[in-house]
């Protein structure tokens, strides 16, 4: 996405905008609305940010519009031409100047999302105890190429191999199926082959009938390596084979991570913006908001499927994404969240 950057600029900045309204724009306007080339775009927004950070109190309006509005792309450019005009990293004055969710929303939004999902892999097996709800939510949710950027960005940030920790963080099945995962190579084809759906849903079914343990390789099999239409096709004559879905032999055969596990490749072949919606919304649901999962879900997905997110949430719950959102935080968070989301 966003590889003709001076288009894009433009584009984004029209198309993020509409609330401006036509009187706006009239002649007398400062320049924040006429579109110049690409490089004095990057600088002006370079200093914007630089003036938000500087002197007493800091501008969050400011800040939460020139990042909310510009692609991951454009924000790398920004960075490095704040480097280049303040021989200082951005980050760091706004990590000097920002606190709370706010300043974790704001700082994910400066990595690209293969980096921010790298920074999140390690804070999930950093230290005692791994989180392997977050692994599980990464690894099996991405396609080819975004494990694999995120594979050279673990490496480039951390200097460490994905695949090592997660083999050394794991164990027993959850690590096979992390590990068939992060080998990303699923078809990704769209062809579906009934004859292969059918040997595939017959394979799963003899797994799963009481010779479970030693048949898991068939599951990882089939749910790392097919493409999500041949697994649907699959689904489907599943449930003819054996009078169940899929999802219910899983839930009655496995348990916890292995089951999470499963169950999120499954979610994510028959509706991958169902599965974020449903997380999004698990996140507000009830007393406290899980801030990160809410970070991590509009910050990654702001590029790729967060509109279809959005109307399936509004869908799934009867409202809109935007309202859940607004009611369950606050301030500049708040504010900033919305404005991914607008």
């Known amino acids: 996405m966003g590889s003709s950057h001076s288009q894009t600029y433009k584009l984004t900045e029209d198309i993020r905008k509409p609330a401006v309204g036509a009187a706006s724009l009239s002649a007398d306007e400062p320049s924040a609305h006429k579109h110049h080339h690409h490089g004095s775009d ?56 920002l606190s709370g969710n706010f300043e974790k929303a704001v700082l994910a939004l400066l990595d690209l999302p293969c980096e921010y999902e790298a920074r999140e892999l390690r ?18 949710t991405r396609s080819n190429k975004e494990i694999v950027n995120i594979k050279e960005a673990y490496k480039r940030l951390f200097d460490r191999d994905l695949e090592s920790d997660v083999k050394s963080d794991t164990s027993g099945s959850l690590q096979k199926i992390l590990v068939m995962v992060l080998e ?27 010779r479970w343990g030693t048949e898991e390789l068939a599951f990882n099999v089939v749910l790392a ?60 649901k009830g007393a406290g908001t899980d801030e990160e999962t809410l970070i991590r879900i509009l910050v990654t997905r702001a590029e790729s499927d967060l509109p279809a997110i959005k109307e399936k949430f509004q869908q799934m719950y009867k409202k809109p994404l935007a309202e859940a959102v607004h009611s369950d935080t606050s301030g500049d968070f708040r504010k900033l969240l919305l404005a991914i989301l607008h």
């Open 42 to 97: 990057t600088e002006r927004d370079a200093k914007k940010i630089h003036s938000a950070c500087k002197g007493a109190g800091t501008n969050e309006k400011k800040i939460i519009e020139v990042l909310s509005s510009r692609t991951s792309e454009q924000r790398q450019q920004i960075k490095q031409k704040y480097k280049d005009l303040y021989s200082k990293e951005m980050e760091e004055d706004l990590k000097g100047d």
């Open 123 to 140: 804070r999930a097996m950093k230290g005692a105890g791994t989180d392997e709800s977050l692994l599980i939510e990464i690894l099996c």
């Open 184 to 210: 990303a190579t699923r078809d990704e084809t769209q062809q579906v082959n009934a004859e292969l759906a059918e040997q595939d849903a017959s394979d799963l079914y003899k797994a799963g009938e009481g």
């Open 225 to 284: 390596k097919r493409s999500y239409s041949q697994l649907r096709a699959t689904f489907q004559a599943y449930e003819k084979v054996c009078g169940k879905d899929i999802e219910e032999s899983i839930k009655s055969e496995t348990s916890g991570d292995l089951e999470k596990a499963y169950l999120t490749l499954v979610s994510c072949a028959k509706d991958c913006p169902g599965y974020f919606a449903t997380l999004l919304y698990k996140s507000m």
